[in-house]
């Protein structure tokens, strides 16, 4: 009796077995397939994308001229994702003419409807590609979508969103600071102001509401952005922000003091340091008198060494021999 | 000019190549830092031009082994992506002579080559 059980684990066993390796087998083949079709359409696609990044291909009225073969072969779903794959790999390393060409076929081939249905997707990956696909081909049309997705719950969406309004519009892409609930990380901000770095900060993009902002991320991402660019104009309102009831906002007013200094910073600071509570905003105070203090800060320096505590008393003693 | 191109992105090694052929010059290419290295070894490059990530050899690599064994002056063009700012430090100091920031144009990357050729024809 028990023999024939044996028998029968070995057959239903075996029959398991058998199901996994064909299935693994099938699913590599499928793979295979995949990649090999793929690589078959982008080596086809490769000679007219050629033509069209060295302006080879003229325009007919308003439309690059499609050839029949590739006509007939982005007939297929597939060909097109490989199509829109190519030219956004592609798009990230070509400006000018160039660049504008890859844009133009994008949209000329509706290539936006694949990166649009993506976005609807589930899967935050998958959301993610089609947000960063629509930002690099700088397709202004579906700027309204991507403005629905700044504030969205996942964190990873939500970044790709932001960063592709900036890419598409500029300071005018950063509209999404007004509805933003989540808060900015800091390693996002940085990005932020990488991509505006060469455009200079003034009034009109709104900087004046984003410092009275409720989110305090975003309060921070303009003091980051006043400092980096060195805005003097709005000392003020920096100022200001030294009153802000957020740890991270008095911090950044700061550090933002000390990269827009003016003659009364240093006074600002002296006064803000005996009503700050925070220790850490207190030595980053101490910290900022060794770049912007004078000799006449040393007596106050002096006085900090005095205090009982050791990283108070360090930090002024560090500021006094950078003064002295 | 012989020109060595080292970019692993197959449409852009291409559109470059052909970008430079048109302009005169004589084009050979890699898609990987490796075969970049051997194709010096094996050919009288005038210059080089290489992408910094790059498959099994990265870009610097690649400058560092050109001027370290050229036995003459082989002007070097990085490329870089935005954001590689340390890495652009890093190739000057390693001896490139020009560095071009991804995304250009193909018609930049033909004038910043004709001033090497210039140089190189001086």
New interface residues.
């Given amino acids: 009796m028990r023999l024939e059980y044996l028998h029968l684990a070995i057959i239903v066993f075996s029959f398991i077995a058998l199901i996994l390796v064909v299935s693994m087998l099938l699913i590599m083949l499928r793979k295979r397939a995949i990649t090999r079709a793929r690589k078959s359409i982008a080596n086809q696609l490769e000679p007219w994308i050629m033509d069209i990044i060295l302006e080879n291909a003229p325009l007919d009225s308003e439309n690059f001229p499609v050839p029949a073969n590739i006509s007939l072969l982005l007939e297929r779903k597939l060909a097109r994702k490989v199509l829109l794959r190519e030219l956004v790999k592609v798009k990230r390393s070509l400006s000018g003419v160039s660049g504008e060409n890859l844009e133009k076929l994008f949209s000329q081939l509706e290539l936006q409807e694949i990166s649009l249905h993506r976005t609807t997707s589930k899967r935050w990956h998958v959301k993610s590609k089609g947000i960063q696909e629509l930002g690099t081909m700088n397709h202004q049309a579906s700027y309204e979508r991507i403005l629905e997705l700044t504030n969205n719950e996942d964190l990873m969406v939500r970044m790709e969103a932001q960063t592709a309004m900036v890419r598409l519009r500029g300071y005018k892409g950063l509209e999404f600071f007004n509805t933003l609930t989540y808060p900015l990380s800091e390693w996002h901000q940085v990005n932020i102001l990488h991509l505006l770095a060469h455009q200079p900060v003034s009034e009109q993009v709104g900087i004046l509401d984003w410092l009275n902002s409720t989110n305090p991320s975003v309060v921070q991402f303009a003091l980051k952005l006043i400092a980096e660019q060195h805005a003097g104009e709005f000392y003020q309102q920096v100022l200001a922000c030294l009153d802000s009831p957020y740890e991270i906002v008095r911090k950044e007013a700061i550090l933002c003091l000390g990269q827009v200094p003016s003659m009364t910073t240093i006074a600002e600071l002296t006064a803000h340091f005996n009503k700050e509570d925070n220790k850490n905003l207190r030595l980053c105070i101490i910290k900022e008198f060794a770049g912007n203090g004078s000799e006449e800060d040393i007596a106050f320096l002096k006085t900090l060494q005095q205090v009982e505590d050791v990283d108070i008393k360090l930090a002024a003693s560090k500021s006094l021999l950078q003064l002295q | 000019m012989k020109i060595l191109i080292a970019e692993d992105?197959?449409?852009?090694l291409?559109?470059m190549e052909?970008?430079l052929k048109?302009d005169g010059h004589e084009v050979i290419t890699a898609n990987n830092g490796r075969d970049a290295i051997q194709l010096f070894t094996d050919n009288h490059v005038d210059l080089v031009i290489t992408d910094i990530m790059m498959p099994y050899t990265s870009g610097l690599e690649i400058l560092g082994f050109v001027k370290k064994n050229a036995g003459r002056k082989i002007p070097v063009i990085v490329l870089s992506?935005?954001?590689q700012e340390n890495v652009v430090v890093e190739a000057f100091s390693l001896g490139a002579d020009d560095y071009i920031t991804?995304?250009?144009?193909?018609?930049?990357l033909s004038l910043r080559v004709m001033r090497f050729a210039a140089m190189v024809a001086a």
Avoid: V
Wanted: glycine share 6%.
């Fill in positions: 992105e197959p449409i852009m291409k559109t052909l970008k048109r992506a935005m954001g991804k995304p250009f144009s193909p018609n930049e």
